[in-house]
């Protein structure tokens, strides 16, 4: 993040703007219309690396349609962010830019579904901050903090685990209070019967 990037508002209203094809059911077996291999092949092509090889397809190719479908979609929707002319002019991105791809947006794909990518604000902001810490860059005019600040507000991931701990801390508080319940019901009975 120490590199500054494109202003956050132009990859937000670049998101927002994402054509339905980029939406579209990626291919998965014989189902769906969007080849996403040919698209981050073209992507990476267009980034000044070297277009995917056969092998290097499988990680862009779905096999299961439950499981993959908004991994994939998510990566498209990523794909469409990247192919922004900032990076396009600029040299260096193609290999942290598979590597977002690959592996990057499996986490983000698992909390939150491709569509809200591009209708909801707050996650248009996050994927954009999230791929541009990928790429090792920042929102442009705002320091490392800042950037670093801002995309753990908007974490989904950061957020499901706050939830996960806050209801584990309100189970163990209702077990304690249970247990204290229990605990003075069974003094009072104690005490009734010695009485």
Not at 71 to 76: A, F, S, Y
Not at 83 to 111: M, T
Request: glycine content about 4%.
């Amino acid at each position: 993040m120490e590199r500054e990037g494109p202003p956050l508002e132009a990859l937000t209203r670049r998101l927002a703007e994402c054509p339905a094809d980029f939406l579209a059911e990626p291919r998965i077996g014989p189902a769906g219309t969007v080849h996403c291999a040919a698209v981050v092949s073209d992507l990476l092509a267009d980034l000044g690396g070297a277009p995917l090889r056969t092998p290097e397809t499988a990680a862009f190719q779905g096999s299961r349609r439950r499981e993959d479908r908004n991994r994939l979609r998510v990566v498209l929707v990523a794909a469409w962010l990247l192919h922004d002319d900032w990076f396009r002019a600029r040299a260096g991105f193609a290999a942290p830019a598979r590597k977002f791809l690959e592996e990057g947006v499996a986490e983000l794909a698992a909390l939150v579904p491709a569509d809200q990518l591009v209708a909801d604000p707050d996650r248009r902001e996050e994927l954009a901050r999230t791929c541009l810490r990928a790429l090792g860059l920042r929102p442009a005019r705002e320091t490392v903090a800042q950037a670093q600040d801002r995309l753990t507000t908007l974490n989904s991931a950061e957020r499901q685990r706050v939830i996960r701990e806050a209801r584990a801390a309100e189970e163990r508080a209702r077990q304690v209070r249970e247990a204290m319940a229990r605990q003075a019901a069974e003094e009072a009975a104690a005490r009734y019967m010695r009485e």
